[in-house]
């Protein structure tokens, strides 16, 4: 309990963090893995990782009168990952099975290659306990080497049925479909053997898995099936429709089929109905189509709709005037957005642009730049005048697809007189499209008194090909307005223009602004010429502008980086600190190795990341115990980086000989 | 830091943000907000999440970019009367057994975590559905929140027909006018209501008219760290009268967590009251 007993938690806290610098520490983390409060309790954890071995930790696992210390040492021995594996593997043999037990889930979290054979011969073991959790481990860890077994398991102990088919699911091995479709008449283990067959996605599964489809009404597995049916055809694009020997081609069968499909398009359960909308496609129910583009302005539905509708092109492009018409606005407008349709459907397409309702209008708009239909391009242009902004918005994103010379239409939008607000919309058309038309216009545009239009127009000649366009762009930096000029370099940098690093060194003792995405922008353009000048200002520099050179620096890897960073690391500002580490771990030789080694026992967690990185990166057999003890670090993500870092090493089996 | 360091950037974010706003973001929503970040390093002119989070940490004007972030990570949707059942809660039981009808008394609220002031309104909209304000009742509600966006709209109280998703019709027109689409609370539902901008998370928070008889947090507290838990349910316990009465959402409990707000079930819900710790 925490409350008016807060301020104790976070005395025993500070308490605990202050004992782990002390000869005390082990007892101190050993008493916080039981303490009452969350927060105590999961920094002794990470404590404990760090610095209690694996076989103290193990002893607690075998206390059964105390769960809250078995769990926190589970925690822990999990954290300790490749560290752990030699112990963990030997108490999986040992003689107490409900510690045997513990250790197979711990390495199953802990997820490490060299612990997979350890665990084959644990699926034969006499306690059942512990040879499911075998069964489940390896199914989390992905082993291949284990589907035999597995399979055998299929029609073994009753026990371990369930979790073999499931571990199968999860491996995803062909070798698994046909062991796993004998067992489709269990009712017990249908449900998870369907599971696994859709998990695994191979097309062998699928006729069988269907013709359960259409003849269950057993609700929870007819979802399950569909489910499984739908991944199938999702994992295999090059399945052209359901195989004609499927019981769902016959006339009995597709209305009820039909009828469950649709009532499962109108459900809030994405996955299900998303599912029916696969089968939908792919058995050709036409009559469920509008309900399936109804749904369509779902988020993140709209790619996935449209690669569906691509597998039934043919069909779809035959069909799709009626659902034009539906009266259901979503219908035409998720036809609109996802019917691919075919050369002819452009006026039919077009006259969408008067449709009463806006989402429409806008998804005619995006239709017609599909089609990159030319005739097209006056009434878009029309529609980017005076829609609202979403249809704007769309009419521009397709009139940037129509071909070049449709941009033709915009040249009443770029004239003199015009209001800013039509103009920006039209120079927005020609940066998306990348044109070089109107370029005229444009660069007077560059040149306009109001600065939201030199920047529009700076954009759009940005995005010219070539070095033709790089001057009157330079001029840009000399803008009066400090956006514009912070606009400029951002866009030089995205042209990789390189002549310009020239003027962008020049305005460096510019004190406003811009100064700040000037350094960054040498950064990014590699400027190595510029090395000396930024580290001249690194002295006189706010701060902020501090951190960005260092950032830079380490972007151009000048000669003398290395010494310069080493400085850099002496500061007391944790972010310089930060910055100066990365490029130090990245710029390193072999000579650095003990630098690097000084850096992995920095107190803050950002700096040990680098190091774990920069030792990983050196691959040397000598950086390993390094590595190994950052693999247990208190913060996970420096574990999670040590640990990748140990698979970069030399020796191929990490924590077996540590 | 770019590249094999995508984690580390995004740690360091996220850290930021607990740090700032007591928030916590898990993993399954980063695409989520990556998504609504993106806009402002155009903006702001900046390439990488490594590079915002610099600018967050240093950058001379980080305070301006820290309001920003914090409208973005707390645009949370609400609506009038949300979990409908806590405002009958508070007219017929809380305030009868802090006030003698009929005599003279003012009820001091809090709404922490306002967002546009759907739940602040609904308290007044409910007092005076119970006349208590012609029983003698006045009251002044204080209602705050991290978005200063959200603080505009309570103030403009202007809403989108969502808000009104648990109103009836009659509900509807009784408060608020029809202003297009949108609809406009009468403004006899403003009275007594304050709103400011504050972050509940920071240590030495100021409210205006504590010590509060009721608070209000509700669907807030979950996104809050630990940290930030406690220490915002600390700073409650020392701004409720004694007595007083916190309300949370219908997923929030204390039970187990707090020992210094006692779990009270008024009809068939469970509020906390405040425990006189001595502490």
Known sequence: ?658 | MNGQFAEEEWKLLLDLVSREFGLVFQDSRRRHLESRLTPRLRVLGLESFGAYYRYLARHPERGAELRELARIVTNNETYFFREAHHFDLLVQHVVPQLFVRGQPGSLRVLSAGCSSGDEAYSIVIALQGALLDRAGLDWHIDACDLNPARITQAREGLYEAGSLRACDELGRSAHFSAQGERFRLRPEHRRGTSFFEANLAVAGLKLPAAPYHVIFCRNVLIYFSEEAFHRTLSHFHRTLVAGGYLFLGHAESLIGRRSDFQPVRLSNSIVYRKQDTGA
């Open chain 1, 1 to 658: 309990m925490t409350g008016g007993a807060l301020s104790d938690a976070q005395q025993r806290l500070a308490t605990l963090q202050a004992a782990a610098a002390s000869a005390g520490r082990d007892q101190a983390i050993v008493v916080g893995l039981t303490d009452a409060s969350p927060l105590v309790r999961q920094n002794a954890i990470a404590l404990a990782a760090r610095y209690l071995t694996p076989e103290v930790l193990a002893e607690f696992l075998a206390d059964d009168e105390n769960a809250i210390l078995r769990n926190a040492a589970q925690a822990a021995l999990e954290r300790q990952g490749p560290h752990a594996i030699p112990h963990l593997v030997s108490l999986t043999q040992g003689p107490n099975h409900e510690v045997a037990f513990f250790a197979v889930q711990i390495l199953s979290t802990i997820n490490d290659v060299s612990a997979k054979q350890a665990l084959l011969p644990l699926l034969d073991h006499t306690d059942r306990n512990i040879a499911q959790a075998a069964v489940e481990a390896l199914g989390h860890m992905r082993a291949p080497e284990a589907v035999p077994a597995l399979i055998r398991l299929l029609v073994g102990d009753p026990w371990l049925q369930f979790a073999a088919a499931s571990a199968l699911g999860r491996i995803g091995d062909a070798r698994a479909v046909g062991p796993l479709l004998e067992r489709l008449d269990d009712e017990l283990l249908a449900e998870m053997v369907v599971e696994a067959l859709g998990r695994i996605g191979d097309a062998a599964g699928l006729v069988p898995l269907l013709d359960r489809l259409v003849s269950s009404d057993r609700l929870p597995l007819r979802d399950q099936l569909l489910l499984a049916v739908a991944a199938i055809l999702e994992h295999n694009p090059g399945l052209r429709g359901v195989p004609a020997r499927a019981r769902l081609w016959q006339p009995e069968v597709r209305v009820g089929l039909g009828e469950y499909l649709g009532g499962l398009l109108v459900m809030h359960d994405a996955l299900l109905a998303r599912s029916a909308g696969v089968l939908v496609v792919h058995a050709e129910l036409w009559e469920q189509m509008p309900a399936l583009l109804a749904r369509s302005p779902d988020p993140g539905e709209e790619g996935w709709l449209q690669g569906m509708l691509r597998r039934c092109r043919r069909r779809a492009r035959a069909e799709w005037l009626p659902l034009l018409r539906h009266p259901d606005p979503r219908v035409r407008a998720g036809t609109l957005l996802h019917v691919p349709f075919g050369a002819g459907a452009g006026p039919a397409v077009a006259a969408c642009l008067q449709d009463q309702d806006a989402e429409v209008r806008a998804a005619a708009c995006l239709a017609l730049g599909r089609l990159r239909e030319p005739s097209a391009a006056a009434a878009l242009a029309r529609a980017l005048r005076s829609g609202d902004a979403r249809e704007s918005e769309t009419a521009a994103r397709a009139l940037a697809q129509l071909p070049r010379k449709s941009l033709a239409e915009l040249a009443p939008d770029l004239r003199l007189g015009v209001g800013e607000e039509q103009m920006l919309r039209a120079l927005a058309v020609l940066e998306q499209a990348r044109s070089t038309m109107h370029q005229e216009g444009v660069r007077a545009l560059a040149q306009d008194s109001r600065p939201a239009l030199r920047q529009a127009a700076l954009r759009v000649l940005g995005r010219y090909p070539g070095h033709a366009a790089d001057e009157w762009i330079v001029a840009g930096l000399r803008d009066e307005d400090t956006a514009v000029r912070i606009a400029t370099v951002e866009i030089l940098v995205r042209r990789r223009c390189r002549k310009a690093i020239p003027a962008l060194v020049e305005l460096l003792p510019a004190g406003d602004p811009l100064r700040y995405h000037l350094v960054r922008a040498l950064g990014r353009l590699r400027a190595r010429v510029a090395a000396s000048r930024l580290q001249a200002l690194y002295g006189e520099a706010p701060l902020h502008e501090r951190i960005e050179i260092v950032v830079a620096l380490n972007q151009m890897a000048p000669a003398g980086l290395l010494a310069f960073l080493r400085q850099v690391l002496d500061e007391t500002d944790i972010e310089l600190r930060r910055v100066a580490s990365d490029g130090f771990v990245r710029a390193a030789g072999v000579r650095e190795l003990d630098a690097i080694v000084a850096l992995a026992r920095d107190s803050d967690w950002v700096v040990r990341n680098h190091a774990a990185w920069g030792l990983g990166r050196l691959g040397l057999p000598a950086a390993k115990p390094h590595l190994l003890v950052l693999a247990r670090d208190v913060e996970p993500l420096v574990a999670r980086t040590a640990r990748a870092a140990l698979g970069r090493l030399v020796s191929d089996k990490p924590g077996l000989d540590a």
